[in-house]
């Protein structure tokens, strides 16, 4: 008897900083994006203000 496969949802995330790109503020812009690994796609990439020194 073979068993069933049993898949996993698997996404990843990574932190990104554009330096070609800033904000009227002069900020730099942070992305979040999560990815979906079995599939490639990007589900998220939001864009966050840095809240951090």
Excluded: C, F, N
């Amino acid at each position: 008897m073979t068993r069933p496969r049993q898949y996993r949802t698997v996404t990843a995330i990574e932190g990104k900083t554009r330096r070609d790109t800033r904000r009227s503020d002069g900020s730099q812009v942070h992305l979040l994006p999560t990815l979906d690994t079995i599939t490639g796609i990007v589900l998220t990439l939001p864009a966050l203000p840095r809240v951090w020194a």
